[in-house]
């Protein structure tokens, strides 16, 4: 060793290790950077981990897998743009990663308010960028159906559209080919797209275009505020396990993921419990109760899934009333849901609200005009978080998959506040998904956001820095 004294490298997620190597720096000149060579090797990297060696000589990285070398060229990448910035050349260092979770989510809701392709585009960007895999799409809600199919083509027509409180209409939908376009941008970022089609609640976009798929058949307007709604889909229908069965088909044949979300969460069972045929179904396939009616759905919505060769996912409320046997749970609500399901034998996704919802409010302000009005999530807490909970000592901590951020849009209006939301908590996230649990150094942290948010505005972003 040369004594080089290591310099603050910006990485973000942090690398598992860095190797710090004597001898001179590898020089780089604005816009034409050195060349990382890539090789493909059978050496036995774990299946997206990466070595990245940089010497005077010259740069290479080295994986097992094309994802392993994907995140060594985003690595590559972010040292190359932190050398640019600062008119430094490039350390001679070995950088040897791996994520600590195989899944590493970065969620939208395009429903509450909707965002155009481009928006989209960019999200899927950053995603790769910190080195995030899955795209957690929410496509459908009470304020918006978002998603055109062909068999309901009303979903779109009607149920894309809400009154928007000014004589006009607000909403939009993104057409089978607009999607397909997402997938392929995705895929080409190493990401999954996981679309999320919610049921059996969260349905008033959907009822409104086809009244008679709810338990009283009522005419009803898509949704313009807020909260959970009573008008919720009817499960003592046959018609609508149709209905669930041909939208299935169709976001089937436009999304390869394995895993397809159904939502799950927040369906209040006033309806049902008023509703004959709901009474029936309960009475019919010897279900105790409402809970147990909304599992009957989940379960059955599961099966028709499996048959595809695809597997559900949905919010810990799905555990109510028992949980469909091949389930994956996220959870949301705190982590008793994530702890529960993992006992119980099922994959889960641990997000919750307490740490992984970009859509609270950064600081604890009043003035602070972006984000849920009641909820904060600084930049301190969001990177305190640990997705292994308490509790699941004896229990294959294998189970928990990963981790997500969730960026719901009630209170995010368009892409400036987006890009605002989502900046510097993402990259918060994305390095606990991805850096080993000891690497964790909140000023550290601070220290290498201060290079990379100046990074970002220069790209156009629009961060909030009042946290920094
Ligand atoms: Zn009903």
């Not at 949905?314 to 109510?320: C, S, V």
């Not at 993992?342 to 740490?355: E, F, L």
């Not at 009043?366 to 009005?373: A, H, I, R, S, Y």
Request: with cysteine; hydrophobic share 35%; glycine share 10%.
């Amino acid at each position: 060793m040369a004594g080089i004294m290591p310099r603050r490298l910006d990485l973000i997620p942090l690398p598992a290790s860095i190797q710090w190597l004597g001898g001179s720096e590898l020089p780089i000149a604005i816009g034409s950077s050195p060349v990382c060579r890539e090789t493909l090797t059978e050496e036995g990297f774990a299946p997206e981990g990466y070595a990245l060696r940089i010497t005077c000589e010259g740069a290479s990285v080295k994986a097992s897998t094309a994802l392993g070398l994907a995140h060594g060229r985003q690595t590559w990448l972010q040292l190359v743009a932190q050398a640019e910035r600062e008119g430094n050349g490039l350390p001679n260092i070995v950088i040897e990663d791996e994520p600590r979770f195989p899944w590493r989510g970065g969620h939208l809701d395009v429903c509450r308010h909707f965002f155009p392709l481009e928006t989209v585009k960019r999200y899927i960007d950053w995603l790769a960028w910190y080195k995030f895999n899955v795209f957690h799409w929410h496509l459908t809600e009470d304020q918006g159906w978002r998603l055109e199919i062909e068999k309901y083509p009303r979903l779109t027509e009607i149920g894309a559209w809400r009154d928007d409180g000014d004589g006009g209409r607000y909403g939009g939908f993104y057409t089978q080919d607009e999607v397909r376009e997402i997938v392929s941008y995705a895929a080409e970022r190493n990401i999954t797209v996981v679309p999320e089609i919610e049921l059996p609640g969260h349905a008033m976009a959907a009822l409104a275009a086809y009244p008679d798929l709810g338990c009283a058949g009522r005419e009803i307007q898509v949704e313009t505020s807020w909260g959970i709604f009573e008008d919720v889909f009817c499960p003592g229908k046959e018609r609508v396990f149709a209905f669930f069965e041909g939208v299935l088909d169709e976001v089937c044949a436009i999304f390869p993921s394995v895993y397809i979300h159904i939502g799950g969460d927040e369906c209040p069972k006033t309806a049902w419990n008023a509703c004959p045929d709901c009474q029936k179904r309960m009475a019919d396939e010897g279900l105790g109760d409402a809970e147990e009616l909304q599992s009957y759905v989940v379960r059955r919505v599961e099966s028709y899934l499996l048959g595809r060769g695809r597997r559900l996912i949905g919010w810990d409320e799905i555990l109510e009333g028992g949980l469909a046997p091949e389930a994956t749970v996220m959870s949301w609500r705190g982590e008793e849901g994530g702890i529960t399901a993992t006992r119980a034998g099922h994959d889960v996704i641990m997000c919750p609200n307490s740490h992984c919802y970009l859509d609270h409010k950064q600081i604890d302000d009043p003035n602070e005009t972006v984000g849920q009005p009641d909820e904060v999530c600084t930049l301190a807490n969001a990177y305190s978080y640990e997705p292994l909970p308490k509790g699941l000592e004896g229990v294959n901590e294998a189970r928990i998959l990963g981790s997500q951020a969730n960026i719901w849009t009630e209170y995010i209006r368009d892409t400036r506040e987006l890009e605002y939301a989502a900046f510097p908590r993402l990259c918060a996230l994305a390095e606990v998904f991805w850096s080993p649990s000891g690497k964790r150094d909140l000023e550290s942290l601070r220290k290498r956001l201060a290079g990379h948010v100046s990074m970002l505005e220069n790209d156009g972003v629009r961060c909030c820095k009042k946290d920094l």
